[in-house]
């Protein structure tokens, strides 16, 4: 069974432009979530999506924003891209639903600002 | 507020060795609790996790990690290290109810050193 595949796995972008960073969770999975990583703040929630539906959002700016479509990948997008936003972000999917569920993370996708 | 604490940021030991990694975490119920591991350049392995149930987790690689609810603990422990497990680690709590399955909060994580 394939695992949670992130593309691209690098990239690097200027200040003021936006990028989007893509997402297929594992086969069968319907809650996709994203966090950043940084080297300052650790692993940070940004948002998680259910049947296409953002049901939950960490603190993070308008300018980060996400999508899931009905087979269940994912988008997240950046907009106006920072310096700080530099990060490896991760993606990470779960069967779903309200009991406990393992949740499986993906390599990453490595975003450079410059 | 849900908080997890990894009180150690970086641990040296030796091949052979045994380990043990801490975290503690702060949670109003009972929690749900993760294990993963990081290599450099590398995505998050899951090494094992507790929802319920027996108290002593069993996980890959010859971990396993025990949930202690009176001490807010979930410790990591290896009974012979080996070079490869050479990585960061990071402990995570999972919060309950409806529509906050993906929200796990991660302690900073420990980076673990292994000499020969």
């Known amino acids: 069974k394939a695992g949670v595949t992130q593309t691209p796995r690098y990239l690097i972008k200027t200040r003021g432009q936006q990028v989007t960073l893509s997402c297929s969770p594992i086969?069968?999975?319907?809650?996709v979530s994203w966090y950043q990583q940084t080297p300052g703040q650790g692993l940070q929630f940004l948002f998680e999506y259910f049947s296409e539906t953002q049901r939950n959002k960490g603190n993070f700016p308008g300018r980060f924003s996400g999508r899931q479509f009905s087979n269940s990948r994912s988008e997240m997008n950046v907009s106006t891209l920072e310096l700080g936003d530099s990060a490896l972000y991760l993606c990470?999917?779960?069967?779903?639903?309200?009991?406990?569920?393992?949740?499986?993370f993906g390599e990453g996708s490595w975003l450079t600002v410059v | 507020a849900q908080s997890v604490t990894q009180p150690d940021i970086h641990i040296t030991v030796s091949e052979g060795a045994s380990l043990e990694l801490r975290c503690n975490y702060s949670?109003?119920?009972?929690?749900?609790l993760f294990w993963y591991v990081q290599s450099p350049g590398q995505g998050l392995q899951l090494l094992l996790k507790y929802f319920s149930g027996d108290t002593l987790v069993q996980g890959i690689k010859g971990f396993e990690a025990e949930f202690k609810r009176s001490q807010s603990s979930f410790n990591l422990r290896k009974p012979s290290v080996h070079w490869s497990d050479a990585a960061e680690y990071f402990c995570?709590?999972?919060?309950?109810?409806?529509?906050?399955?993906?929200?796990?909060?991660f302690g900073k994580g420990t980076k673990l050193s292994v000499k020969p």
């Open positions: 086969s069968g999975h319907r809650s």
């Open positions: 949670y109003g119920a009972t929690p749900y």
């Open positions: 990470a999917s779960s069967l779903a639903g309200f009991t406990p569920n393992t949740i499986y």
């Open positions: 995570a709590v999972g919060a309950q109810g409806e529509g906050s399955q993906g929200n796990l909060i």
